[in-house]
């Protein structure tokens, strides 16, 4: 892009996000300088978003924004990692500035409560593309790793399940079940635009955790990374999954395919040591226990009275997947 153009993004953004003490050197130079404090270790992410493939090409920009960090935000909440830096790669396809004052809006929605700093990043003109790089701090050793996880340790999820699917495939199958009705839709819609990243909730339960992932592409799926990398498996109640007072509405037939299968919640997953519950417990977080690892490698739901239901949770419910 000419130099104008790009003197004009910089200003743009060099005045967007919050300003660290630990930043020597944001944006304007090669490079920025940034310092990592002694006893910490930098968890780093990148996720890149294709306009047609990772969102709707009628999207809003202020939500595209937000989105584009909140889901990193949502991967070092997932480490355990405090947000401090992020750079930012942008392809535009043409300049448009009311485009820019609602992405960057949306950016500085997310960046704000995070204190994360834009420090740097690059602009380039082709089809519309967002990577987002972002930088955390952890203390050494401490981070939430997705190979932590031992038999016995239960397993906890975050907020509830299921919101953002349900508002995803009313958008792509035209489905409109009954009990919703428009204020339950648009509380959907905010679950898959504007997800909360739980940075906060990581930091309280870091200390009993043993592992931890966040909700991308579905519990099942997620949850079978903690296994996989764990070398464990699991047994889950369906019944005990947190569902929103939307999806409550529903009948179970749609709502627990919907909270064990759909991604884009940005909720947590995480396993807890059995000496640890108690004093987790007391903290009176929003968070819910759904079951137990196990010893073996399989994925086992239970019914409501705890029976074994007979069915490879990991093959018996992939079509629900979204
Ligand atoms: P260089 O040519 O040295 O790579 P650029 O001209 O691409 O530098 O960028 C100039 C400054 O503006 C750099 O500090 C860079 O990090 C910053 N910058 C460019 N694009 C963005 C962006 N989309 N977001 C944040 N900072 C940016
Ligand atoms: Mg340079």
Redesign the pocket.
């Known amino acids: 892009m000419p130099l104008s153009e790009?003197s004009l993004?910089?200003n743009y953004?060099s005045k967007l996000t919050p300003e660290r003490r630990d930043v020597s050197l944001g944006?304007?130079?090669?490079c920025?300088l940034l310092c990592c404090p002694a006893g910490k270790e930098i968890a780093v992410s990148i996720d890149t978003l294709v306009e047609g493939i990772h969102f709707f090409p009628d999207v809003s920009p202020k939500a595209l924004g937000y989105k584009a960090l909140a889901v990193n935000l949502s991967d070092l909440a997932a480490m355990g990692a405090e947000p401090a830096w992020f750079?930012?790669?942008?392809t535009l396809p043409e300049q448009n500035p009311a485009w820019l004052e609602a992405f960057t809006e949306g950016l500085a929605l997310a960046a704000k409560p995070a204190k994360i700093q834009?420090v740097?990043?690059?602009?380039t003109r082709g089809p519309l593309t967002i990577s987002i790089q972002v930088h955390g701090l952890v203390d050494k050793g401490r981070a939430l790793r997705r190979d932590g996880a031992s038999a016995g340790d239960r397993i906890y999820v975050s907020g509830t399940l299921g919101d953002a699917g349900a508002s995803l495939k009313k958008r792509l199958e035209n489905w409109s079940p009954e009990p919703l009705d428009e204020a339950d839709w648009q509380y959907l819609q905010q679950r898959l635009e504007y997800p909360i990243p739980r940075y906060r909730l990581a930091q309280q339960i870091l200390e009993y955790a043993s592992s931890a992932i966040d909700i991308s592409d579905g519990l099942l799926a997620d949850l079978g990374h903690i296994l996989e990398r764990s070398q464990q498996g699991a047994k889950i109640s369906p019944a005990k999954l947190p569902l929103s007072s939307a999806l409550k509405k529903l009948s179970s037939e749609f709502a627990i395919p919907l909270a064990l299968g759909s991604g884009d919640d940005y909720e947590l997953c995480f396993t807890v040591p059995e000496k640890n519950i108690e004093v987790l417990e007391q903290h009176g977080l929003d968070i819910h226990c759904i079951g137990e690892i196990t010893e073996g490698d399989g994925l086992i739901l239970l019914d409501e009275t705890g029976k074994e239901m007979n069915i490879d949770a990991r093959k018996g419910y992939d079509h629900f997947g979204t």
């Not at 740097?120 to 602009?123: F, H, I, N």
Request: proline residues 0%; aromatic residues 12%.
């Open positions: 790009f993004i910089e953004f944006i304007g130079d090669d920025a750079t930012l790669a942008l834009l740097g990043g690059d602009t």
